[in-house]
């Protein structure tokens, strides 16, 4: 029996691999570097399965390329690189990998904010600039976290796993913004108060952190205004999608010192990263680094294999989004 053909857009780890090569006849972009729109195009017409990763952009013109993918298992949880709807009306399906990297994520979301509260980054290109001059009561002070309120904008699973560790690792009061308030259990876990006004929850947050979707209505959802919403000497944490913050208006706010420091991971046209951002000691800079961890990275791949193995055998798939 002929095997399925997959294609893998970008290097996967090895165990996982290995473990698609299986069962499918898989095809492995071995430059690592990001495929084109034309040759990501021409591959749905020469594979059933294509495996993207967020740094591919499957648009609408992608999806027309060809007529043989019959199944896009996205290595991720976040969708806005995937036209769904040419995709769905294509009747193409879509996966995802939900679950496997929210303590990964949520951990790069603590790191961001800590490192922006007690200017880490400042302090080791100091030391390593060799322009330290030793302690002093003054040097690089930051802002305590205990007491301090962590804005969530999202209250998904990332949103949920980031409060845990701050509240209970680091004694922070847990405000969030979402559609709806939580379940009840977990709000009375983490003393989260719900606001349904964005506004509301930007002006009484000394820490905002980001854990909505990107895309769509989530566009451009922290610009100048709402920045300014924001209380004078707060921070901005974004692990979710760079295209949600307006950075130009950032930059601003940074600059003007009306917020004291934000800690980024993601940014609209990676790996470009906003120049305005890259000159201001308190921004910190890291390269999409949320899901970076050997054990979650095998575990995304294999939460996409399981859901090319489910289609094909003509199963549910378990994480379908489309
Ligand atoms: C995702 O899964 O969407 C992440 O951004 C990749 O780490």
Known sequence: MTRPKLLVTRRWPDTVEEALRAQFDVTLNESDEPMSQQALADAMGAY???????????????????????????????????????????????????????DATADIALTLLLMAARRAGEGERELRDGRWSGW?????????????????????????????????????????????????????????????????????????????PGGGDTANLINAQS????????????????????????ADAL??????????????QEPAVPAALLELESAVLLPHLGSANRETR?????????????????DELPDRIA
């Open 48 to 102: 059933d399965v294509l495996c993207p990763t967020v740094s591919d952009r499957i648009d609408a013109d992608v999806i027309a390329g060809g007529d043989r993918v019959k199944l896009i298992a996205n290595y991720g949880v976040g969708f806005d690189h995937i036209a769904l709807d040419a995709a769905k009306a294509k009747g193409i399906a879509v996966t995802n990998t939900p679950g496997v990297l929210t």
């Open 255 to 268: 600059r003007s010192g009306h917020l004291a420091g934000a800690g980024l991971d993601v940014y609209p």
């Open 227 to 250: 920045l300014a919403k924001m209380k004078a000497g707060s921070y901005l944490i974004n692990t979710a999608r760079g295209g949600v913050v307006d950075h130009d208006a950032l």
């Open 136 to 212: 002093r009561p003054t040097h690089l002070i930051g802002s305590e976290l205990r007491g301090k309120v962590l804005g969530l904008v999202g209250f998904g699973r990332i949103g949920i796993a980031t409060a845990r560790r701050a509240h209970h690792g680091f004694g922070m009061k847990i405000a969030y913004y979402a559609r709806r308030p939580a379940e009840a259990d977990i709000a009375a876990e983490l003393q989260a108060e719900f606001h349904p006004v964005l506004d509301d929850l930007l002006g009484l947050s000394d820490f905002v952190s980001l854990h909505v």
């Open 298 to 314: 095998v575990a995304m791949g294999m939460r996409a294999l399981a859901n090319a193995q489910a289609w094909a055998n003509g």
